[in-house]
């Protein structure tokens, strides 16, 4: 499945570093396994936007990955429920905020159907995906990620507030996952 995805994305995840790009890839991966909770019309769209969910690293505009990641897909040509995913993964409304972000710049990325499940097994991937693409617990990848950017980092800080959401998230791909605000 590596290969495949790979395959598909290797041009998009050049821009990525090695270690973001394996886990890029490690959560396309467990969101192909688990595609069979989502509705087989989302299958492909949530295997792009999980394999590619955090691109907007490698095409930084506003410093803030989601939503540079999401434009930059739209601008690719990529669909707008892979979009909407990967704009809204791992509870980054609540990261918007604490950056003082309008929450306005989810808007040009909304849909219609309900990715309910979809957004599940994405936040689950990740959550449970470590930095160089290995399975890990949620608990111990919110400490990772703590840990690295350092207790005054903005990222921190959003952790601490979204930190029951992102554990509920990292428990199962079967959860619900709500991305209003």
Request: aromatic share 6%; with cysteine.
């Amino acid at each position: 499945m590596s290969a495949l995805l790979d395959e598909l994305y290797g041009d998009q995840l050049g821009v990525l570093g090695s270690d973001r790009r394996s886990h890029s890839l490690a959560v396309g991966r467990k969101a192909a396994a688990f595609g069979h909770l989502v509705v087989a019309s989302a299958r492909s769209d949530l295997v792009a936007a999980a394999t590619l969910h955090d691109i907007g690293y490698g095409h930084s505009a506003t410093g803030f990955h989601p939503v540079d990641g999401a434009r930059y897909l739209a601008k690719s040509g990529f669909s707008t429920v892979v979009c909407h995913l990967v704009v809204h993964h791992s509870a980054s409304r609540v990261e918007a905020q604490e950056r003082g972000i309008d929450q306005v710049v989810f808007h040009e990325f909304e849909v219609e159907q309900d990715l309910g499940s979809a957004h599940a097994v994405l936040w689950w991937a990740d959550m449970t995906t470590g930095p160089q693409g290995q399975p890990m617990d949620v608990e111990d990848r919110l400490n990772e990620i703590c840990s690295r950017y350092g207790p005054d980092d903005v990222v921190t800080r959003f952790i601490g507030r979204a930190r029951d959401m992102l554990l509920k998230a990292g428990q199962s791909p079967i959860g619900s996952i709500q991305v209003s605000a």
